[in-house]
């Protein structure tokens, strides 16, 4: 899983660093590299997503601040929304939340000790 976590990370740097040319890449380039900051984390050192209360807590806000995001800006979604900046910026927030939950998910599962998963 350390390699899909390295790999998210890398899209997100990538989707980062496409923001050159926004007006609020400011904002857009820190979402993305946050992201990507949870993803690494993930990848290199999980055990500090589970154990560190400010990654753990960190985590937990980033993703329930991508999803009211989402909700905030859903509402763009629609026919022909791939052309409407705020719907683009709506799946951005998504792919954040998803990002994100699934570094921590991931993180969790690998608390749980392998002689636990057998007997459940």
């Known amino acids: 899983m350390r390699v899909v976590h390295a790999a ?6 990538f989707f980062a660093a496409l923001q050159y040319n ?6 857009w380039g820190f979402v993305y590299l946050v992201a990507a900051g949870w993803s690494l ?5 999980p055990e500090r997503l589970r154990s560190w209360p400010p990654a753990r807590i960190g985590a937990l806000a980033c ?5 009211l995001g989402f909700v ?5 979604l629609g026919p022909g929304w ?16 998803a990002t994100t ?3 921590v ?7 749980i000790a392998p002689s636990q998963r057998g007997s459940a």
């Open 82 to 97: 791939i052309h409407n900046e705020e719907a683009r910026e709506a799946l951005g927030y998504l792919i954040c939340a």
């Open 105 to 111: 998910w991931d993180a969790r599962r690998r608390e």
């Open 101 to 103: 939950g699934f570094a």
């Open 41 to 45: 984390m993930a990848a290199a050192s």
């Open 22 to 27: 926004d007006l609020d890449w400011y904002y």
């Open 63 to 67: 993703i329930i601040l991508f999803c």
């Open 72 to 76: 905030f800006l859903a509402g763009e």
């Open 8 to 13: 998210l990370s890398a899209i997100l740097l």
